[in-house]
DNA sequence: TTCAGAAATGTTATCGATAACATCCGCTTT
DNA sequence: AAAGCGGATGTTATCGATAACATTTCTGAA
């Protein structure tokens, strides 16, 4: 409440409780081995002062601090941005913050500098949101000691990850478009080097073998919504193209602009299915067809696994699924 | 390079190089009185070492870390977004951490609840990208001797603020619709608490006034393409809306698709203007006319304000505004 | 009743940096 | 040649917490 002064310390709530500072420690960190009677008399102590510890003299001792380091591709794209967003929420529910550590391409040196940074501030744990496989070559330095989550990276790696299942959502998209009567089903997918792409790709691929339909060329563009139109031009000039499966919802709505220019009718002539469920999609022209990817719940497991990995030293490396959703709209309905 | 060591202290690179700790804090700090061929002895067992200082123990005595705080609504609107990456990075370079607290609402309770957990974290500097009014006023309870920089905030409030001229967006948004021919322009504005929505309303008004055109009556929505879509079924059986300005390119893109439901072509029948040029903005049906802000000039100048506010204590109130640039694409060319 | 052992609490050392002050050295000045 | 001075460096105290060990107090069994 008092401004002026310099915040208390713990040896100030000590005097007041009538203690030692080492009790005060004991009862912030619930040691067992307080008498309930002193607990409570420290606690109204620290509410009287307004007392909060100082994590910088914790991190030093400890050699931990209550900061969680993120390291993500400098990217405003819907994905990593929401993740980024929603990690943050639930970390600060945990009583962590949050340091961020953009980087703008996932290479070796970047990330290096960026883990670096984030070791000086004795970050308590390192998630990383390593999408492209240099991304994940890149991680050999960070120290076996520290925890560590992966957020759509390495599957293959061993190490704890958490994934959306990319696979079971190209899957679903492009069974739907075949159930819709499609003879097959074209794929625009994402810079192939990102986890997100090869997974979706490798649903795409298998559903249509399964089903033994002819796969078509995989075009593949960056996630912009300017290859999407230029990929689409191309497509459109194609009649025998009447299905089509894009990696993101931005690739689809340049695809439906240029679809559009050339007189090619949504879905009527060609139905479009995209892949994220961007606030935005509901209102496409059409509405779009999409895989919703359940980002909180993917930040909230890379929030409990790191945390778990916190605690126990054995921490087994443990991966997490989230299933993906189809959200049918008018881009490519039921039946066409 | 040795990973399994702890790694190495201040001592030890004095003692390696045969001087005192101080005087490699000295070196590490620039201080000038330190003999040049010492800093190079001092500087080569650094890198011998792969010695980096200890940040904790320097903000427990300095009571300053190296890291910059940020306040954001939890959002992942791509203005709040692009903006928090940008800063990250402007702050990565002048050797900055960021840490970054969400929150849902800008009420007081929230807002306390993130700046108390910035503060414990001994934060060298605040951000407060604060676009109600509601934030402004609850940030009373920051410290003055805390550097702090608004990016949207109350331009009246006197604190530093780096803000993005709205007025001179609107303005230019509204100017050139009335130059295109259209007899007035409505507009669709954000919610009215955000002061990007007030100056955005302002430069409006204004225009039309100066104009002497009629001021039809103000449309307000939050931020997402489901109300511009609501608001322009609206719009859309009303013969006599020929222009329309939306306060960003979501609500614009639900009124697309509204017109184009009920049969009215843009720009044919009806011209539309956007605000924000999100990238996706060139791929719309048909591509946006907007106004593009420069987020990432605003966050360089935040981070400049910040860091000279740290470095004199006379942190004199300054203001910074950035100015827009409207972009103009098919949905309100020049001429109808 | 006494004593062992556990529970409760206190004392002192420590983390790794900066701040404040002390010292040493070489040079100018008189 | 002695005093004075400032540049270069070293010594010691300090920030605010936890760790390790020491001590006191309580409890229950012999």
Redesign the interface.
């Known amino acids: 409440m008092d ?1 002026g002064s310099r915040s208390p310390a713990m040896t100030d709530v000590a005097r007041l409780a009538g203690v030692s500072h080492q009790t005060v420690s004991r009862v912030l960190n619930d040691h067992p081995n307080v008498k309930e009677q002193t607990r409570i008399r420290v606690r109204a102590a620290i509410a009287e002062l307004g007392y ?6 914790r ?2 001792v400890t050699g931990r ?3 969680i380091g993120v390291v993500a591709r ?3 794209l ?1 994905g990593p ?2 993740m ?2 929603e990690f ?2 639930a970390a ?1 529910d945990a009583g962590f ?6 980087v703008h391409e996932l290479d070796r040196s970047s990330i290096s500098a ?1 883990v ?7 970050v308590a744990g390192l998630v990383v949101i390593a999408n492209t496989a240099s991304a994940t070559e890149a991680l050999a330095e960070i ?2 000691d520290l925890p560590v989550v992966f957020i759509d990276g390495d599957p293959d790696s061993g190490r704890p990850l958490v994934t959306v299942d990319q696979v079971a959502g190209a899957r679903a998209a492009t069974r739907h478009l075949l159930d819709a009567g499609h003879e097959t089903v074209w794929h625009v997918s994402g810079p192939t080097d990102w986890f997100d792409s090869a997974g979706r790709i490798q649903g795409w691929r298998q559903t249509l073998e399964e089903a033994g339909a002819e796969v078509p060329p995989l075009l593949s563009a960056d996630w ?3 290859e ?2 230029r990929t689409g031009q191309m497509l459109a000039r194609m009649p025998e193209v009447t299905a089509i499966f894009t990696a993101n919802d ?1 690739l689809a ?2 695809i ?2 240029a679809l ?1 220019e050339r007189g090619r009718r949504v879905p009527h002539d060609v139905s479009v299915v995209g892949f994220d469920d961007v ?2 999609a ?4 059409p ?1 779009l067809t999409t895989v919703r990817q359940a980002f909180g719940d993917v930040a909230r497991a890379a929030l409990s696994l790191l945390l778990g990995q916190m605690r126990d030293e054995n921490g087994t490396a443990n991966q997490i699924v989230v299933p993906p959703q189809l959200i049918v709209r008018e881009s490519a309905p039921r039946r066409v």
Chains 1, 2 share one sequence.
């Open positions: 401004k909060r510890p100082n994590r910088a003299a991190a030093l601090s209550q900061l400098n990217s405003t819907f941005a929401t980024l967003s943050e929420q600060a913050a949050v340091s961020v550590g953009s960026v670096d940074r984030h070791l000086d501030q004795r120290p076996g912009s919504a300017a999407g139109y931005h709505l340049g439906l602009r559009h606030p935005e509901a209102y496409f022209i509405p």
